[in-house]
């Protein structure tokens, strides 16, 4: 007896009719699917660069409001997320997780660690989750994506201020006008 | 030569001749008077006449769907720059003076999207509440970047989808950033 698997491989291999038909349409599956996963993994892309778009104004607005200021809620609302200035409507971000920090280089630079927080940078992490259109079809609904900032706060010594007649950390006037005076201190970082 | 099963002779639906194939499969009289119908030889030749015009659209809708992503990118790249610069613009004359936002932040966009034309670049801000649309520079700008205010950056720029001379898609790309005025 002829065995039925054997003859569709001969046939296929052999036969002269039709060949293209069939192999084309195995072969357009496997296509589309890899341009699907194409199209998916360019949209991650775009959407971590808005989502990082949207961190970094968090961390810079957060931390024009240190030590004192309400860091925490300005970072918030300038991050991705509803109601927020950078919203987007292609993801759907958690909040922002925003973290204090006393980072040694800016320390020895004379940003000291003080405030509530004992911090002198602010970092922001934000998480969103990718709604995948053909990997979908795979199994993956989503895929989570995070983007980090840190940006130091603004000010130097304290004595300049003091000089001045400002109290170090009350007044962003103040602090204004000692960034002014002594130049942009504030490094920016990226993670 | 060509060999006749002859038990096929008695029962044509046991020839599996290549020929008695195509007879069977289609059967008409045509077939049987026009023998040049029956020839096998082009039909791959036939099959990828018709799966060509497929492919090539797939391939150019890919391409295209690709720079329109590729472009995209760039512009969200480009206005997260532009408004990084708007939001630490001030004062960063040498003589302390605030210099022309807008003009700033379009030199930024268009340096941090190469690849893009410049001249469809349209970009609008709202500093401090006033808006600018469609502008490359603002004179009066200066006077609205006040730190602890908002500055937004929005860049739209158009991308139609052309596959051989079709336009199924004609796409205004928009991205936006808004920042703190530091």
Same mark, same amino acid.
């Given at each position: 007896?002829?065995? %039925? ?16 038909? =069939? ?8 296509? *589309? ?7 998916? @993994? ?10 990082? +778009?949207? @961190?970094?104004?968090?961390? *810079? ?26 919203? +987007? +409507?292609?993801?759907? %971000? ?5 973290? =204090? ?10 940003? %000291?660690?003080?405030? %509530? ?28 994506? @995070?983007?980090?900032? @840190? ?19 009350? +007044? ?20 | 030569? $060509?060999?006749? /099963?002859?038990?096929?002779? /008695? ?81 960063? /004359? ?11 932040? #379009? ?9 893009? /034309? $410049?001249?469809?670049? $349209? ?8 808006? #600018? ?15 602890? $205010? ?6 739209? #720029?158009? #991308? ?23």
């Amino acid at each position: 007896m002829k065995d %039925p698997a054997k003859s569709l491989l001969s046939n296929l291999l052999n036969g002269q009719t039709g060949q293209i038909l =069939p192999w084309v349409a195995v072969m357009m599956v496997c296509m *589309l699917g890899l341009a699907g996963l194409g199209i998916d @993994t360019a949209r991650v892309y775009v959407i971590h660069r808005q989502l990082q +778009s949207a @961190t970094d104004a968090a961390a *810079l607005a957060g931390a024009q409001q240190m030590p004192d200021g309400d860091y925490s809620g300005i970072a918030k609302s300038f991050s991705s997320g509803a109601g927020n200035s950078n919203n +987007s +409507s292609s993801f759907i %971000p958690k909040t922002a997780v925003v973290t =204090p920090l006393c980072v040694k280089f800016l320390k020895d630079q004379g940003l %000291p660690c003080n405030g %509530p927080a004992s911090a002198n940078a602010l970092q922001i992490q934000q998480t969103a989750a990718v709604p995948m259109l053909f990997a979908s079809l795979l199994g993956f609904k989503s895929l989570d994506i @995070t983007a980090t900032s @840190t940006s130091a706060m603004r000010g130097s010594k304290t004595a300049a201020v003091q000089r001045r007649g400002h109290s170090r950390h009350n +007044s962003i006037d103040g602090l204004l006008r000692y960034e002014l005076r002594f130049g942009r201190n504030a490094a920016f970082l990226r993670g | 030569m $060509k060999t006749i /099963n002859p038990t096929a002779r /008695n029962n044509p639906s046991e020839d599996r001749s290549p020929d008695n194939r195509v007879m069977l499969c289609f059967n008409p009289g045509v077939f049987r008077r026009l023998p040049c119908l029956r020839r096998q030889e082009g039909g791959s030749l036939v099959e990828f006449a018709l799966i060509a015009p497929l492919m090539l659209c797939l391939l150019t809708g890919l391409f295209g769907l690709g720079f329109a992503l590729c472009f995209y990118l760039q512009l969200n790249n480009a206005v997260d720059v532009g408004a990084r610069t708007v939001a630490v613009i001030r004062a960063s /004359n040498s003589d302390g003076t605030t210099p022309d936002p807008c003009a700033a932040a #379009y030199t930024a966009v268009t340096n941090a999207a190469p690849t893009l /034309n $410049k001249a469809q670049i $349209k970009l609008s801000f709202n500093l401090n509440g006033t808006p #600018y649309d469609n502008v490359t520079s603002c004179t009066n700008g200066s006077a609205n970047i006040i730190a602890g $205010k908002t500055a937004q950056v929005t860049a739209t #720029y158009p #991308y139609t989808l052309v596959i051989f001379g079709w336009k199924p898609v004609a796409l205004n790309m928009s991205a936006q950033t808004t920042e703190l005025l530091q």
